[in-house]
């Protein structure tokens, strides 16, 4: 009897492990990531990899759109060159605003007829497809006018020439797109200060603003210093100036490129300088001394010293300790 | 397998002891982690400083899986019930009983959980509590009402087996009726909730606010397709489980009688999971086709996005269960007397399965690398690639779906020997084929007709491209036309030939014709490949209810060839139990991952957004982690469940069935 109970509950682990070790291979083979964000998050930059990034992302184009060889799905046209009219998308756009044309009458250009696709899908629909899809502009999708540009750009960019000057998004867009930008900013995520403070002078942990930032009597003086800050400055400018620093750049705080003779690059604020030497601090806090006389040529960065990837090395919990923390700074 | 009696309260209590023990140590352990004060007003709030998505996922999970037993075995235990009462065969009223007293302790448990999941969603996910109350607080005391009435009800038909007996069985059998409508009602209305997540009605459109009435938001779209495939899969997990806790108490039996009587108990098992586990792909297309229609995001999502591998594990544990089932049944000729005559069809049946299961599990699309492709030549393999497209999947669970019928039919008919003439059998079997006549040409008819009828336009078609709906009703009209036939041979006593022309007619049109058609129709009308897949199903089901019908009138008082050996079954058939229940269980977890995950990062799709960090959707691989965990947990609760109450069940120790 005990070795059948114990052949069952063999058995019954076995299964489990089996099923468990298939699901790993297929992580493995499908290429999942780790932890997949449901949204993709662009910079705001009309380029052809960020609407790629919407296309196979957040967009889900990809779900009903394959592009030639990349992806399997049928049920829209294919937008690479094995789609309808034997022509990529970049192509095929031109072919078609001249069929719009014909039908209303009026002057239509490849980009604009890329943005009714994406904007009013029902108003032309490719022969032998059905007039299903949805407005990327409504949830669960909900693009943000930029994204829609983006993707508009990748697929002028598939066979055709990427023009952003092109895409004229109909104007109720745009004030849509500054609306929701005026929106007061809040956390979703009620942070921790007293953790957000540990974090934040954790000189070996993966915030440590405290290496470059001074509050109070603690921290560094490579940045500015954040003693009163939530006094001075909002919320979303907060949240901004960690998750992209590069967008405005504190008075006193530029980014420098300094080049030596002997070809070495030195990158940061300048923090010491004589007629003897320069002294940079890097973006690890790092204070580095170039001698005048070594220095070949001196030029500003608009980019931060500030390293730009906290969105990225930061859970989100840990980010919003670190907001609850600085917020609390008045 | 049992310990004494009089040694399990005891045994019971330590159990319960060190259960409360171990809870009261979590707790305390996660109140001295837990150092911040209480966010008062949050979205959101982590579980202890884990995970609140891990948390709900898990309790969650539990409880359907708890409830999918305690909804699934009232239904087979009352039907059970039902057919000894008429029959008068007591075997069957026994049975009913030993599942009523397994349903009685997992009731509470059940309820527990139900619990423990409403104060985890209130305590972690607050906002969406507050926002789902907003719209739903009236079912709520309805829930409360229906859950005391099921308990009561549940409680009064275990206790008042023995006194409800002779005169008074009618209204025990009533009882059991009851007894599942309050539990179908339970069902319905935490279907609403969970559907109305899925898609939203009495919403406006531009400001996303609720602005409907309770009612609307009940009667979403996806509420009564979630309901059928609910109750199906209630009923296949619960024949499942009571097959595995068969084959242990066979495993374990010392006595021929119980061991008899547990092998009778888990034949009854899988056939009921089978039979519920057959429609089930129909309830499930149904289902994906509203969700799609709903939202074609979410509907894309599924079966071409992030959940498309979910959807390949899916068809991997349908195959273990279709191909454990027949194996099972195939093991089970052993011991029927005349059923030797019809081994050697075992072959190609398991050859259908086999290559059916290779055409449903092959993908469309796998990322390969620049070598791969080069030596594929492309992207997609030049043949395989069309296995993968659904007019492929659609005629292999057709086929699937026939081929285990075929088992089944095999099976019945293993120890039948010569048939008695159809015109000794009475007025009532010429009543039944009538009726059931009716109702096979009624189907495809119906069917037929609403192709013809079929308006291109409502597919965006061109009025040419209705050419494309006429074969397959065309198909569906043959098969109409073979009811009188087969009604006609039935009553000539060539019933077996009527069955054979329906079987060879359903299987040709609905798998091979229908099958490469759906190539054209993808083609030439894709739109159209929704219609064609129900014409494909509806064939298939046509095929099977008629087929049943006729085989149980056909055979009916047919001379016996010889004995059902009971208890003579070898140990892996009793293994195979165990896999075909372990196997439901993950594939329930799976499906409710599948579900819930469907909405992303939403709360209420479209409506109402997870912002929580816990709003990313999990890899397969962390998701069969925590199903793997899930699942062992579950098993290892029903487990213990069962055990406690095995003392009122071990009174008799099984008997051998007449």
């Known amino acids: ?330 | 397998m049992r310990p004494p009696a009089r040694r399990q309260p005891r045994r019971g209590r330590c159990w319960g002891g060190a259960g409360l023990l171990a809870l009261a140590v979590v707790l305390a352990a996660g109140a001295a982690a837990a150092d911040a004060p209480p966010a008062i007003g949050a979205e959101y709030r982590t579980f202890y400083g884990a995970s609140a998505r891990l948390a709900v996922w898990v309790v969650a999970e539990i409880h359907l899986m708890l409830g999918a037993f305690v909804l699934g075995v009232p239904i087979v235990a009352s039907i059970l019930e039902i057919v000894g009462w008429r029959t008068g065969e007591a075997r069957w009223d026994r049975l009913a009983r030993e599942l009523t007293g397994l349903l009685a302790a997992a009731f509470s448990t059940t309820a527990a959980f139900g619990g423990l999941l409403v104060f985890t969603l209130i305590g972690l996910y607050p906002r969406f509590m507050a926002f789902l109350t907003s719209v739903f607080h009236e079912t709520y005391y309805a829930y409360a009402l229906l859950f005391l009435a099921e308990g009561f009800t549940l409680y009064l038909y275990h206790y008042g087996w023995d006194r409800m007996r002779g005169r008074w069985k009618g209204l025990h059998v009533a009882l059991g009726v009851l007894l599942n409508l309050w539990g179908t009602a339970l069902m319905l209305i935490a279907n609403a909730w969970v559907s109305w997540m899925m898609a939203p009605t009495g919403v406006e459109r531009d400001t996303l606010r609720v602005v409907g009435t309770t009612w609307q938001a009940v009667a979403n779209p996806l509420w009564i397709p979630l309901a059928i495939h609910r109750v199906l899969a209630n009923v296949a997990f619960a024949g499942f489980v009571v097959g595995a806790y068969a084959a242990v108490g066979f495993l374990c039996a010392r006595r021929e009688a119980a061991r008899a009587h547990y092998d009778w108990m888990g034949y009854v098992g899988n056939f009921v999971g089978l039979a519920a586990l057959i429609p089930l792909p129909f309830a499930g297309y149904y289902l994906g086709r509203e969700i799609y229609s709903a939202s074609a995001v979410m509907g894309n999502n599924m079966m071409g996005g992030a959940f498309s591998w979910a959807f390949i594990l899916q068809a991997v544990l349908i195959g273990i269960l279709f191909v454990g089932g027949n194996y099972y049944l195939w093991i089970g000729m052993g011991r029927i007397g005349g059923a030797e005559r019809y081994q050697p069809w075992i072959k190609y049946v398991n050859l259908v399965l086999l290559v059916s299961f290779a055409v449903w599990l092959t993908p469309r699309n796998i990322p390969l690398t620049g070598e791969e492709q080069a030596s594929l030549g492309g992207q997609f393999h030049p043949l395989l690639k069309y296995f993968g497209l659904m007019a492929a999947k659609n005629a292999a669970v057709s086929f699937i779906i026939l081929s285990t019928f075929f088992s089944f039919l095999l099976y019945r008919r293993g120890n039948k020997g010569r048939r008695r003439p159809f015109a000794e059998q009475g007025r009532a079997s010429g009543l039944a084929l009538g009726a059931g006549a009716l109702v096979a040409l009624a189907i495809p008819l119906w069917y037929a007709r609403a192709l013809l009828m079929l308006d291109p336009a409502s597919l965006d078609l061109a009025a040419a491209q209705a050419g494309y709906f006429r074969l397959p009703a065309y198909l569906l009209l043959g098969q109409a036309a073979l009811v009188p036939v087969s009604l006609v041979l039935t009553l000539r006593d060539r019933g077996p030939l009527a069955q054979g022309l329906v079987f060879a007619w359903t299987t040709l049109a609905a798998v091979f014709v229908l099958g490469v058609y759906g190539f054209v129709v993808m083609e030439k009308a894709n739109p159209f490949l929704r219609h064609l897949a129900v014409a494909q199903w509806l064939m298939v089901l046509g095929c099977l209810l008629w087929n049943t019908l006729l085989d149980v009138l056909v055979f009916r008082g047919a001379a016996v060839a010889g004995a059902i050996r009971w208890g003579r079954m070898p140990a892996r058939a009793q293994y195979t139990l165990v896999l075909l229940c372990v196997t439901i269980v993950m594939l329930m977890g799976l499906m409710g991952f599948i579900r819930s995950g469907l909405r992303e990062d939403w709360h209420v799709y479209g409506v109402l957004q997870d912002t929580s960090p816990w709003a990313w959707t999990p890899t397969t691989a962390y998701m069969t982690r925590v199903v793997g965990a899930i699942v062992l947990g579950f098993l290892g609760l029903v487990s213990l469940v069962f055990w406690l109450a095995a003392p009122r069940a071990a009174d008799d120790d099984g008997e051998a069935p007449a």
Not at chain 1, 247 to 273: F, M, N, Q, W
Request: glycine share 12%.
């Open chain 1, 1 to 330: 009897m005990r070795r059948h109970l114990l052949g069952v509950a063999a058995l019954t682990v076995a299964v489990v492990l089996a099923i468990a070790a298939l699901g790993e291979l297929i992580t493995r083979v499908s290429g999942e990531g780790g932890e997949r964000p449901a949204a993709a998050v662009i910079a705001g930059v009309a380029t052809p990899e960020a609407g790629e990034a919407i296309f196979w992302g957040k967009g889900k184009c990809s779900t009903c759109h394959a592009v030639g060889g990349r992806g399997g799905a049928v049920r829209g046209p294919d937008q690479g060159a094995t789609g309808p009219l034997g022509q990529p998308i970049g192509l095929r756009a031109e072919a078609r605003a001249r069929e719009r044309s014909r039908a209303t009458g009026r002057p239509w250009t490849a980009a604009d007829y890329l943005v009714e696709s994406l904007l009013d899908p029902g108003a032309y629909v490719v022969a032998g497809y059905k007039n299903e899809m949805p407005n990327p502009l409504r949830p669960p999708i909900r693009l943000a006018p930029d994204e829609v540009r983006a993707a508009i750009v990748y697929l002028q960019s598939l066979g055709g020439t990427p023009d952003p000057a092109a895409i004229a998004l109909p104007p109720g867009l745009a004030a849509q797109a500054r609306a929701a930008a005026a929106e007061e900013w809040r956390a979703y995520v009620a942070g921790d200060a007293k953790k957000g403070e540990r974090l934040f002078f954790d000189a070996d942990g993966s915030a440590g603003c405290g290496r470059c930032h001074r509050v109070g009597a603690r921290g560094g003086d490579v940045g500015p210093e954040l003693t009163h800050i939530a006094g001075t400055r909002d919320a979303r400018f907060i949240v901004e100036s960690i998750l992209e620093p590069s967008k405005v750049i504190a008075s006193g705080y530029e980014t420098v490129l300094i080049v030596t003779k002997d070809e070495r690059h030195v990158t940061g604020i300048v923090r010491r300088e004589s007629a003897a030497a320069v002294e940079v601090a890097d973006s690890q806090g790092r204070i580095q001394r170039v001698a005048t006389r070594d220095v070949r040529r001196r030029a500003p960065q608009a980019i931060s010293t500030m390293p730009g990837n906290f969105g990225e090395i930061l859970t989100v919990e840990e980010f919003h300790d670190v907001l609850a923390y600085v917020l609390a700074l008045r």
